[in-house]
């Protein structure tokens, strides 16, 4: 029986459908690409804006009208927030949430003969684990180490279909890091819903955790997923710089910089305390990359908060921006919140700070030109060249060996590349 998988969203959905298509492999079932005929389509679905929804939905019908006799079992947040809703997309065989997805290979089987099954269940307080042996890139490979998120803010759906936050054991994080530089993995990123909380629930430390991971043979980069700014005291800082594996790079979800917004959408530090978490980076590393994420036109924000948060990026000198329109959210408490702003002005604002991020990651980037940088090269391009990138996610190309880590002279920017001279 052939297995294909598709996947909407964040790195946590990927690990997550890797996860349980691995475990259909081991069951004898064989993966295909996803645009090639098979029995049993995976949609690992998102649900963080209504542009997710609709994308996820779409893909649904999509691959029912290309293959009306394949199983179709949807997973992931959407599944979770509405399953009812789901399975009643005609085509749809069963659906999976964020809970029990070690299930599929049961589920699967039983859709197989013809069953409609909801395997939506409770959020649990454990951590489930699903092991990924292969890392499904060339170089890198991603870890989950936690799951779930306790902070609810306003704006959020995420702790409500994900659950509260789950930690995974020091043990089992470290045996996947060894499975995955036994297969030539160079780097690692620890990924998962809100890292910055791992070990809270369970006790273990993530400093612990990265010192472990630093020690293993074979992996030659650490880089961390998305951070809470709170988690970035000079004490973490200082204890991190010693992990030479540990790359300098940083995001830091930032979201508005108006401390009026920041307030409303329950984040929990001001634009102040911000700027002194981002200086205690600096402070430790020499040129890091610090990235964020910001949402565009939160209901309620003014054109002068909209400039409070244009001016604070600037000050932050981030490396890049990811910006997001807002996007109501049925169930959390800004959805029902006054003042809505247009989402033509919400479209305008983004494109406004999108337009100051491409300026902001050229003055960053330009910093190394006619400096040497070691690349890990990860892919072919069409120009002949191969792909990759810096510690700090600077993103290169050159004349490089895929799977190999490469002294390259930087020599010109352009188009968000870096492109350089292979240093023998």
């Known amino acids: 029986m052939r297995v294909a998988a598709y996947t909407l969203g964040c790195k946590v ?157 020091a043990d089992s994080i470290l045996s996947e890091a060894r499975a995955l530089a036994a297969r030539s993995v160079r780097e690692i990123v620890l990924t998962g819903i809100h890292i910055s909380s791992y070990g809270q629930d369970n ?21 961390l997923g998305s951070l809470e700014p709170h988690i970035l005291t000079r004490e973490f800082l200082r204890e991190l710089k010693n992990m030479e594996k540990v790359c300098p790079h940083f995001h830091v979800s930032l979201q508005s910089g108006s401390d009026g917004i920041l307030m409303r959408m329950n ?37 002068g908060e909209f400039a409070e948060t244009c001016t604070f990026v600037k000050e932050c000198r981030f490396f890049r921006i990811h910006v997001f329109p807002y996007s109501e959210r049925e169930g959390t408490p800004a959805a029902s919140m006054e003042c809505r702003v247009p989402m033509k002005v919400r479209r305008g604002r983004a494109n406004q700070l999108i337009e100051i991020g491409e300026r902001l990651e050229r003055e960053y980037a330009e910093q190394f030109l006619g400096t040497v940088q ?18 700090r996610y600077l993103r290169v190309r050159a004349a490089g060996m895929l799977g190999t880590l490469q002294n390259v002279l930087l020599k010109k920017y352009k188009n968000g590349i870096l492109y350089g001279e292979i240093l023998k």
């Open 13 to 169: 959905n990927q690990y997550d459908t890797n996860a349980m298509v691995e475990l259909l492999e081991r069951a004898g079932f064989e993966r295909v690409e996803f645009h090639e005929e098979a029995d049993v389509y995976l949609v690992n679905t998102c649900t963080v804006t209504n542009t997710a929804d609709k994308k996820s939905r779409n893909m649904i019908r999509r691959l029912h009208k290309n293959y009306p006799e394949a199983v179709i079992c949807v997973c992931g947040c959407l599944a979770q927030r509405d399953s009812e809703g789901i399975l009643e997309i005609e085509g749809v065989s069963a659906v999976i949430g964020t809970e029990e997805r070690s299930k599929i290979v049961q589920i699967v089987r039983e859709c197989l003969t013809g069953k409609k099954i909801d395997g939506v269940c409770e959020i649990g307080n454990v951590f489930e684990e699903m092991p990924v042996s292969s890392a499904g890139e060339l170089t890198r490979g991603h870890i989950k180490i936690q799951e779930g998120c306790n902070n609810f803010c306003s704006y959020c759906i995420i702790p409500y279909v994900r659950g509260r936050v789950r930690s995974r054991g």
């Open 203 to 223: 006790g273990e430390s993530l400093l612990n955790v990265l010192s472990d991971l630093n020690e293993i043979k074979g992996i030659s980069r650490i880089r």
């Open 267 to 303: 984040r929990k530090y001001t634009s102040a305390q911000f700027l002194e978490y981002i200086a205690n980076i600096r402070e430790a590393y020499d040129k890091p990359a610090v990235t964020t994420d910001i949402i565009a036109g939160f209901p309620g924000e003014t054109e």
């Open 374 to 391: 070691t690349v890990l090269f990860e892919q072919e391009t069409d120009d002949g060249l191969a792909e990759g990138y810096t510690e």
